[in-house]
């Protein structure tokens, strides 16, 4: 928050990136391989 005061800037693009990872597991949810999570998650968003 104080960030916001200092430089004008804000988290949106971290929180963005969050809520696609959130997405993302919502949408593998039973997945028991997280290897293959990991890296479908790097092949989408890298």
Do not use: C, H, P, W
Request: aromatic residues 18%; charged residues 25%.
């Amino acid at each position: 928050m104080l960030n916001y005061f200092d430089n004008k800037s804000t988290n949106a693009s971290a929180e963005s990136f969050k809520a696609k990872i959130k997405a993302l597991r919502s949408q593998f949810r039973g997945v028991r391989n997280v290897k293959f999570f990991l890296f479908r998650l790097s092949k989408i968003y890298a």
